[in-house]
């Protein structure tokens, strides 16, 4: 059966990555024609476009258009082996990681599992304010944005409905701007025409920013220029506005009370629970702090890379940001390392290691149709050409010819008929209201 | 607010129509110009294009590709408002429904709420052995079946992994001769590359018929072409084999244990539950009987239609069959009866009620790639010619352009590269393992 192994010699060293995201995968892909065995291990069986999941949460792209099995990616690799597989814990000093059921040696180890949302010690506000890293995120979020509006339709009473018309996005990094943008955008243009008893036009979108700005790790002036795009679609934007606490009712900032009856999160991340069991110091996020060799201190066979990696670049002393492409030009780095050891006669014969920097290749973020910031090479955009050239990066660098088709020709009907592509309710539920309007009966009740 | 109906004329007759399937919606868009209120109401925001759910569960489509709002798809009809709302009970003698909160009038009411899976009184079976009529069955379906490979793959026990990867399909109906099919052909077409440790083409599939053929509605000509088909695709076909017990080893057919671990439920239908609220007698599947006019008798202005009527043709002394042309047929002709009715001065000026004839437009059924059976006016096909019909029938029914060209792609994809399209594992999960294969360190464990 060792059909993928193109050698079963065991005194190969084992390279075992753990996370089949951005850095995971680069580095997995990197490492090709080493000579080493991979083994990559993931607890979902896809990788995941994550720049776009909130397309899937504000139904304009479906998840498999987004994602693609780690297993397919990778199928052409010799030298690699797919897990489907947690891994719960990592010994350092006995080089040993351990799983449900078991656990394996490995000679180098990446560790490129990612960060998860955090809600800053208040865990439980998770249940009323969900936060968006996963597909299943995703079609909560798509399933509680449709369901407003259909309980909306049904709700007799004035302040209840609208409550339920009225969305708070807690956070304004990237993913709360486009959330934000996002939902306004399907509330004024996909669903007027579908609903009766509400005007969806009335829709209230609030985006919630701790700081003194958006985007704060753009240039201010992208900052006021997403803001200004954010409110000329009526977004209602609020700066130096930290939530205090998140109810059913909705949020609470300081002693003012915004009622809403959606609260979305998109405010803080937190490494992956699997660097707590690696028994170094961790920055306040949970991250690990790596050497300028992205490895962990004392431990050069094993690395860090992606949003689980504290590291600063050393030419600017600014920490690396957790994008994509730091994650993947991260991966690539180690991969080359353990190339180089490895093809090594001897560890003596190895290289010194050099220290990662990182290539900026620019940020952006995109509002709405035709309305985007970007900041590439020290030059700023916004409004269409900032759009496209986000379009068209977003585009380049899904996986998979098919899932960039897709994509685009969602965007395409989406963008010509102001329409929805994944408009539906999944999962189990009802509509949640308060007291019913009796429309079969005309609406004067029964 | 009243954007959509083009009257407030409270007078006008309610229509409630009860199911958006095939039955509910074509009645509504009949009904566009008659002189009456309509209120859809359905559990479920979207109409699903059923034929194709097996192509959800087996990973072929994305839900949104068969699924479109309710809503998006009758936005245009002033004299409809659309409901997600569950109708619990008919009280046919108040002429009323009732639903979660309230209860409502109609002036007609037209039930086309449809079937639900049977286990002929074994309903504990469900979970082991889900059925497939809804996206959520669809989207557990395909999660079962990818996670079996995943467990096979870590499975160290042989006799576990030949379970994980024997799939039983109960029911030699279009659905499982349809499910069959498209397991096999995962197996052995998209996924054989991308596993080390199993070779996916001995993953076996076994089609359980309770009767002496597949496809008993067709020609038993078709029922032997639909079987050799299956048969050159390696699927092992049982007649005569009527399941006694389901449990999480297996099925039992009388002494016999089939061991298998994975059971897909494809053999019964019984009528939606509502029926059961009505209070009159409903045949052994829990179906309406119905006259001629498609009225229950004494309730001449209460219609069934589609899967949930039970009525025979006049002309043939046939059961009109459950299939999607004949609940159009169904919607259509109430719909007509309706309009004549509430266009009439007065109601002993209408026209005496005509008969429901179905006009069989053929049957069909989907076997693989470049295999199927169909029989159109007395002809009968097989092979490449009615796979093309199959799917070039099928893209044409599908609701909405979108849609019919999303399908086309993803068909063309499959088919030009023998991949699938939608190969993710959401909701939650692990993979279920017995004894746990060490595959990080090589394939003689730790």
């Not at 990197?30 to 990788?47: E, G, S």
């Not at 990592?90 to 490995?106: I, K, M, N, Q």
């Not at 959330?179 to 955008?185: C, H, K, V, W």
């Not at 990696?309 to 600014?318: G, S």
Request: net charge positive; glycine share 8%; charged share 20%.
């Amino acid at each position: 059966m060792q059909r993928c192994f193109d050698t079963d010699d065991t005194r190969r060293p084992l390279v075992l990555i753990v996370g089949g995201g951005f850095g995971g995968l680069s580095a997995a892909k990197r490492l090709k024609r080493a000579p080493v065995r991979i083994y990559l291990a993931d607890q979902q069986n896809y990788h995941l476009f994550q720049p776009l999941l909130y397309q899937v949460a504000t139904a304009a792209l479906s998840p498999a258009e987004i994602a693609q099995p780690i297993r397919q990616i990778l199928r052409g690799q010799r030298n690699l082996r797919v897990g489907m597989r947690q891994i719960t814990g990592v010994d350092l000093d006995r080089r040993v990681v351990t799983f449900p059921g078991g656990e394996g040696r490995y000679d180098y180890l990446v560790l490129a599992c990612g960060a998860t949302h955090s809600y800053f010690g208040n865990e439980h506000w998770q249940r009323k304010a969900p936060g968006l890293k996963t597909i299943d995120d995703a079609l909560e979020i798509r399933r509680r944005i449709l369901l407003a509006f259909e309980a909306a339709e049904q709700e007799e009473d004035e302040a209840a409905r609208r409550a339920r018309l009225t969305f708070i996005v807690v956070g304004g990094g990237p993913t709360g701007v486009e959330m934000a943008g996002a939902i306004r955008q399907i509330a004024a243009e996909a669903l007027p025409r579908d609903f009766h008893h509400i005007s969806t036009h009335t829709t209230r979108v609030i985006l919630l920013e701790a700081g003194p700005r958006l985007l704060p790790m753009m240039h201010p002036q992208s900052s006021q220029r997403a803001q200004r795009d954010l409110q000329a679609m009526d977004v209602e934007v609020r700066l130096d506005s930290r939530v205090t606490d998140v109810d059913t009712h909705g949020v609470m900032i300081g002693d003012e009370r915004l009622a809403a009856g959606n609260v979305i999160w998109a405010a803080g991340v937190k490494a992956a629970p699997l660097a707590q069991t690696l028994g170094v110091p961790l920055d306040a996020a949970g991250r690990v702090p790596v050497a300028p060799d992205l490895s962990i201190p004392g431990y050069p066979q094993v690395f860090v890379i992606g949003d689980l990696a504290a590291v600063n670049d050393p030419d600017t002393a600014e920490p690396v940001p957790g994008l994509a492409p730091a994650a993947m030009q991260m991966g690539r780095f180690v991969a080359d390392i353990i190339s180089r050891e490895t093809k090594a006669p001897n560890p003596a014969a190895a290289p010194a290691r050099p220290a990662f920097r990182y290539r900026d290749k620019g940020r952006m973020a995109t509002i709405g149709r035709a309305r985007a910031v970007a900041e590439i090479a020290g030059r700023r955009f916004g409004g269409l050409l900032a759009w496209l050239l986000w379009s068209a990066v977003h585009v380049a660098f899904l996986v998979g010819f098919r899932n960039k088709l897709f994509v685009l020709l969602n965007w395409l009907w989406h963008h010509t008929f102001f329409a929805s592509g994944a408009r539906l309710i999944t999962g189990a539920q009802q509509v949640p209201v308060k007291r019913l309007r009796n429309d079969l009966n005309g609406d004067d009740g029964v």
